[in-house]
Structure formats: structure tokens, C-alpha cells
């Protein structure tokens, strides 16, 4: 890549200079990172809105993650082809256009095609923002600015539920999203002032044809699978057609990945033990937590009668119980090896979801609280360690490529889990209250509202969530088998690793 931007002075204390670098790159996050979270409170406003089931709204996110997966690839080669801080405009640009057109949006459809838009400029602003922070601070100083980067992954799980549910109770839906025009366009007008100027060089040649096949062949798989509870079964022409051609297109990326010198997602990565174990423990838990995550919100809207807000609220206990472990998470997977650190966390999540399995339109909200700490507890301990197990045993010229693969597959794998558990609440709904599943949600909220049946319709509606939270921790047990093969003790340091190499970016947290 190339180097831009001054060169960092010395000393570990970051300077006026590279605090003001962070101060943008930290608005950029903050509105990336809220914005995937306020989404998750408004998903029962969005279905009522449009007339539509959860199964189908659930592409608000789906979209969104996969066209994350999409993008993240191209940051690296575009930094370097056009210059890191045009990217960072562009992104934010982007970001802006897809969040006017997403508050615009008059149908389901055109709502789910603008947040792709929006996932665009989204997947762009974290990676760029992150190569020009520490390309502005130093190696030496990368601590530090993992740290600054940090505040706003740990608190966006937190205040992006409780502001999205106060904007869908007090104004509009549409605000969730047209909330990023002030803050997009501060964002601007600080980036053109204080990022420094591009030098931009030519990069290697980026693998165009290879991004066409996997972003396509994902969505028509998941597009596919989602269509099994709408069209009875996986004989139904817009089940397996959309499911075969995802599937050919993604067989053709393997087979042609083999052949050709760079690859969209290096698969000679995979040769490294540590690095298959990592990314098939790292699937398995997205598919499982970012599935259960987007439900939660849901669950106390729909099953319980809260506000949006406070749904929020009652989120925030997960999100200060990953406070709490992910600091100390990282820095023991590098000292003790991330086995010791994931599987405790593992287990920690799981005995926080037995709640959830056995939920009912009653119980207690200090249990649910507790044990939505809990499992927030075991969420800080597991991401950031497996990620550690998947990078720590790679030689750095591998580094990059590693990077992009771990992001491509968390986004995808919550993709995937968002979809697969949305399919199956929707297929509950629609069972318990003997409608069509494009029908179940809007039937439970109809029969919930009306006093005749309110008791009954919201324990119906508990019993589908208690359903569907099963199988997400059968999903999350199902990590366990690839974590118990984690490193076990700190790895030893690959040649040529210490020294003062800027550490890829770590994963791009979402939910």
C-alpha cells in the first residue's frame, strides 16, 4: 500500500495532529455503527408499515450486511488506487445518499435496495477511516489508536437501540435514517479540512470478477432459502432456482479462486490450521448471535407491547456486560491463547440464551435483563479472540488478505443468520396464529392489540420466539466443537511478525 500523511512524531502520546484525525474518522464510526443498530428496534414499526412479514423485512439487514461483505474487499485496493481520504469521502457520500434515499423509501422493496445502497458506503467508512488513522499515528502508537477506534464499537450497541427507538416513537422511522444527513455532512466538511492529502499509488489488480460471483451467488442463496417457508417447501421454482444459481456462482469463485493470482478471498489462507478453525468457529457464532440479535428487539415490541425506546433500553444490559470483557478478552487471548477465553464466553452466552428458549409473555424482565448481561458478558469475550486466533499464526505479507476474508465472513455468516432465524419466526407466527407466513407477524400484532385476545395472541407470539431462541443456541453449541480446537496456549510469532507492522483491522462489529 502506499504511505500517506505525515510521518508520525515520536513518543506514544498521540498529538494534536493525529487526535484530529481520529475526531473524523470517529464521527464516520459512530454513524456507520448506529446506524446498523437503530435499524433493529424498528423492524416491527417497518413491518406494520409496509404491510409485509418478517421474513422479508429482515432483508432491511440482510441487505445492508451483504452489501458490507461486498464492499470491504474493494477498500483496500481502492486506498491505494485513488487515495485513502477521496475514499473516505466518497464513502461517507455514499453513506449519505443511500440514508436521504432510505427515509424516502415508498415499498419494502425500494426500502431494502437503498439500505444496500447505504451498506456501500458503510463497509467503505470503517476500513478507510482505519487505514488513515494509523497510517497518521504510527506503528508504534497502534495501541493507542485501537483504543480511540474502540469507544464507539463498545457504545453504538448501546445508544444506537435506545436512539433509533426514541426516533421511531417520538418523530418517524424515516429519522433513523435522515439523522445521518447532519452528521454525514460535519463529516465532510472535517474530512476535506484535516485528512491529509492522498499520494495514491497503483495497487495490485483487484478481483472484479470474483466480487461478481460471490456478492450475487450469496444473495441469491439466502434469497432462495428464505422463500422455503412463503413457498412450502424446497420444491417451489423460487426456492431452488435462486438457491442452485447462488450455489453454482459460488462453486465457480472456489474453482477459479485456485487458479488465478489474486483472489477476492485468498483460499490458500486456509492451509493455516489456526486460520480454518478461527473462520469455522468465527461462522457458526454470527450465524447464531447476529440472528438472535435482531430479534430481541422484536420480541419486547411484539410479545411484550414495549415502545421502540424501550426496547432499546432493555437491550443496553448486553451491551455494558461486552463492555466489561471485551478490553480484558483481548489482551488475554495474546497472553494465554484464545481456547481458555472463547469457550468460557461461549458457555456464558449459552446459559444467558436458556432464558430466552423458555421465554413466555410474562416472564420477568429481571431475569431477561440478566440474562441479556450474561450473555453480553460471553459476546465481549469471544468475538475479538477468535479473530486474534484466526491473524496471530500468519506471516505479515498475509495480514491483508486475512483481514478482508475475516470480515467478508462475519458479514456474511450474520447475513445468513439474520435470514435463517427471521424464516423461522416467520414460519412460527404463521403456524401459531394459521395464516400464510407472508401474514404471521401482522396477524400476531392485529390479535395482541385487540383486548379480546391479547393474552392469548402474546403468548402464542412468546412461544414463537421461545422457538426460534432455541435454535440459535443450537447454532451457538454447535461453535463449540471448532473452539475446543483454538489455540490452547499464546502461538509463537511467525517470522518477520514483530517489529513494528500495522495490524490489519479487526472486524467490523455490527450488531
Avoid at 433509533?164 to 435522515?178: E, K, T
Avoid at 412463503?230 to 444459481?245: D, I, K, N, R, T
Avoid at 422484536?298 to 421502540?308: D, I, K, M, P, Q
Avoid at 428458549?357 to 435483563?369: F, G, K, R
Amino acid at each position: 500500500m502506499s504511505t500517506q500523511g505525515p510521518a508520525a512524531p515520536a513518543g506514544d502520546k498521540l498529538d494534536a495532529g493525529v487526535l484530529k484525525i481520529a475526531g473524523v474518522v470517529i464521527l464516520g464510526a459512530i454513524m456507520a455503527i448506529l446506524d446498523t443498530t437503530v435499524v433493529n428496534v424498528a423492524l416491527q414499526k417497518l413491518t406494520i408499515e409496509f404491510q409485509t412479514s418478517f421474513d422479508t423485512i429482515q432483508w432491511v439487514a440482510t441487505g445492508y450486511m451483504l452489501a458490507l461483505a461486498t464492499v470491504i474487499p474493494v477498500t483496500g485496493w481502492a486506498s491505494d488506487r485513488f487515495g485513502t481520504k477521496r475514499l473516505y469521502l466518497t464513502a461517507i457520500g455514499l453513506f449519505l445518499i443511500g440514508s436521504m434515499l432510505t427515509g424516502m423509501a415508498w415499498d419494502v422493496e425500494s426500502l431494502i435496495a437503498f439500505r444496500v445502497l447505504q451498506g456501500f458506503g458503510g463497509g467503505m467508512l470503517m476500513p478507510a477511516g482505519m487505514t488513515i488513522l494509523t497510517r497518521a499515528a504510527g506503528p508504534h502508537r497502534i495501541g493507542r489508536v485501537m483504543g480511540v477506534l474502540g469507544v464507539p464499537m463498545l457504545l453504538g450497541p448501546i445508544g444506537g437501540p435506545i436512539l433509533g427507538g426514541w426516533l421511531v416513537d417520538a418523530v418517524s422511522w424515516r429519522w433513523i435514517f435522515y439523522i445521518n444527513v447532519p452528521i454525514g455532512l460535519i463529516t465532510i466538511l472535517l474530512a476535506w479540512r484535516l485528512l491529509p492529502k492522498d499520494r495514491p499509488e497503483p495497487g495490485e489488480r483487484f478481483d472484479f470478477a470474483g466480487m461478481l460471483m460471490v456478492s450475487p451467488g450469496l444473495a441469491a442463496l439466502i434469497f432462495g432459502v428464505s422463500n422455503i417457508p412463503s413457498a412450502g417447501g424446497v420444491g417451489a421454482v423460487e426456492v431452488w432456482l435462486p438457491a442452485l444459481a447462488g450455489i453454482v456462482l459460488l462453486v465457480a469463485f472456489v474453482l477459479r479462486a485456485n487458479r488465478v493470482s489474486n483472489p477476492l478471498v485468498d483460499l490458500k489462507l486456509f492451509k493455516n490450521r489456526s486460520f480454518s478453525i478461527a473462520m469455522v468457529t468465527m461462522t457458526f457464532f454470527c450465524v447464531a448471535f447476529f440472528g438472535a440479535m435482531l430479534l430481541l428487539p422484536t420480541y419486547f415490541v411484539l410479545a411484550r407491547g414495549e415502545s421502540a425506546m424501550n426496547a432499546g433500553l432493555l437491550l443496553a444490559p448486553q451491551g455494558f456486560g461486552a463492555m466489561l470483557t471485551m478490553p480484558i478478552a483481548g489482551r488475554l487471548a495474546d497472553k494465554i491463547g484464545a481456547r481458555k477465553i472463547v469457550l468460557p464466553g461461549l458457555v456464558l452466552m449459552l446459559a444467558g440464551l436458556i432464558s430466552f428458549t423458555q421465554v413466555t409473555a410474562t416472564t420477568p424482565y429481571w431475569l431477561l435483563l440478566s440474562a441479556l448481561f450474561v450473555i453480553g458478558l460471553g459476546m465481549g469475550a469471544t468475538m475479538m479472540p477468535i479473530t486474534s486466533a484466526a491473524l496471530q499464526t500468519l506471516e505479515p505479507k498475509d495480514m491483508a488478505r486475512a483481514s478482508t476474508a475475516t470480515n467478508i465472513f462475519q458479514q456474511t455468516a450474520g447475513a445468513i443468520g439474520a435470514a435463517v432465524l427471521s424464516i423461522i419466526l416467520a414460519a412460527q407466527l404463521a403456524g401459531k396464529f394459521g395464516v400464510p407466513t407472508a401474514q404471521g407477524q401482522l396477524a400476531a400484532t392485529g390479535a395482541i392489540m385487540n383486548p379480546a385476545t391479547h393474552e392469548v395472541a402474546a403468548g402464542l407470539a412468546a412461544d414463537s420466539f421461545s422457538t426460534t431462541f432455541l435454535w440459535s443456541m443450537i447454532l451457538l453449541a454447535l461453535c463449540l466443537v471448532p473452539a475446543a480446537f483454538l489455540p490452547k496456549t499464546k502461538p509463537a510469532l511467525p517470522e518477520g511478525a514483530a517489529g513494528g507492522e500495522v495490524p490489519a483491522a479487526p472486524p467490523i462489529m455490527t450488531h
